[in-house]
């Protein structure tokens, strides 16, 4: 079977006055209908503009993708004339953003905006499109939903206008939902039931979904699979379960010691990476964690780690996922 979403060696730079600024460095998944992927990373890793230059929502210039090809559905989306991509935007892969606001028309009411969307998108009458957003409105939990159409996005809360903005995303019926940090503005209650409410979306209407976030808890939650990006590389992938249990990129295992657990005194404990993030425009040579990793030999200094496979779909970029290992093996007997 051909899967939904397919992306090879992904590149994206940003000509910038200081330099390229390299965003995205070849980066190569696929995607299964239904399927949930969590993406994560430090800021600045390429999580966004690796899923804007899918949909080619990238600002161009200074933005431009320099390599690779995204297809959907077989059709590859960078060779597509950019009138032809609204058909995919809106239609079948639909975004949500941090900021509702941001995508909101803060002069059009709710209902008008997604009518409209619907009308464009699925060629229904403008009656029809107005009782399809009711129906939507009330799906994603707004309540009074036939009154709330004649409202405009400032007169909802932040979580509320998240469910709108949800609304819109799922009005058209896309077969992939990107999710970029969509709650992260939120508070946790709302968090938890935002990310309830798109999983029993995903279920209903089958449709996959890249879920962006901070928050490794949300990812552990909704995905099944999830890659880690680091330096606009993905430096390990595979299922949620097998990662959280045994990481094997150093990068990966300090993001997951980086996770705020209550010990025992039920205070907390916070491990983290040391040093910041490398230079876009100026990567190290080699692998690009090893100015920060513990494990770093020469050969590091030298020569890029490709992602390799460790376990079935479980894949990590590291020549010392052996040395990684042996030393969570040795802590794990110290601790026993
Ligand atoms: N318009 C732009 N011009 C120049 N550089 C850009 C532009 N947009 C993004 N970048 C750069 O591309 C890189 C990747 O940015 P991106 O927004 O994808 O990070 P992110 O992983 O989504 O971070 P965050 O978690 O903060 O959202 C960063 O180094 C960023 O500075
Ligand atoms: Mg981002």
Redesign the pocket.
């Known amino acids: 079977m051909t899967p939904l979403l397919d992306i090879r060696n992904l590149e994206v730079v940003?000509d910038?006055k200081d330099g390229l600024?390299r965003?995205v460095n070849g980066i190569s998944y696929s995607m299964e209908q239904g399927e949930t992927l969590g993406i994560v990373?430090?800021?600045?890793?390429?999580?966004?503009?690796?899923c804007m230059a899918m949909v080619r929502l990238?600002?161009e210039p200074?933005?431009k993708i320099v390599g690779g090809s995204v297809l959907f559905d077989g059709v590859d989306l960078v060779k597509m004339k950019r009138d032809e991509l609204h058909t995919i935007r809106g239609g079948k892969i639909a975004i949500i953003f941090q900021d509702p606001m941001a995508s909101l028309n803060p002069v059009m009411t709710i209902g008008d905006q997604i009518a409209e969307a619907i009308v464009v998108n699925l060629g229904l009458s403008r009656h029809q499109a107005m009782e399809r957003t009711v129906e939507l409105l009330t799906r994603v939990g707004i309540p009074r939903a036939q009154d709330r159409i004649r409202d405009y996005p400032h007169q909802f809360s932040g979580g509320m206008r998240q469910r709108v903005m949800i609304a819109m995303a799922i009005s058209c019926q896309p077969k992939l939902l990107i999710a970029d940090?969509p709650t992260t503005a939120l508070d946790v209650t709302i968090q938890a039931q935002i990310v309830d409410l798109v999983q029993s979306l995903q279920k209903e209407m089958q449709m996959a979904v890249i879920w962006?976030t901070?928050d490794l808890g949300v990812i552990a939650r909704l995905a099944q699979r999830v890659n880690v990006?680091y330096a606009?590389f993905i430096i390990e992938t595979g299922p949620v379960e097998h990662i959280f249990r045994q990481p094997h990129h150093p990068y990966t295992v300090g993001l997951l010691g980086s996770i705020p657990k209550s010990d025992d005194e039920g205070g907390q404990m916070l491990s983290y990476i040391d040093g910041a993030p490398p230079d876009?425009i100026r990567l190290p040579a080699g692998c690009p964690f090893q100015p920060r990793c513990q494990f770093a030999t020469e050969r590091c200094l030298q020569e890029r780690p490709d992602l390799t496979v460790v376990e079935d779909a479980h894949q990590a970029a590291c020549w010392n996922t052996q040395a990684v290992r042996d030393h969570h093996a040795a802590k794990d007997r110290g601790r026993a």
């Open positions: 940003f910038t600024v965003a990373g430090e800021s600045g890793c390429g999580k966004s503009v690796s990238i600002p200074p933005g940090e962006i901070h990006m606009g876009m």
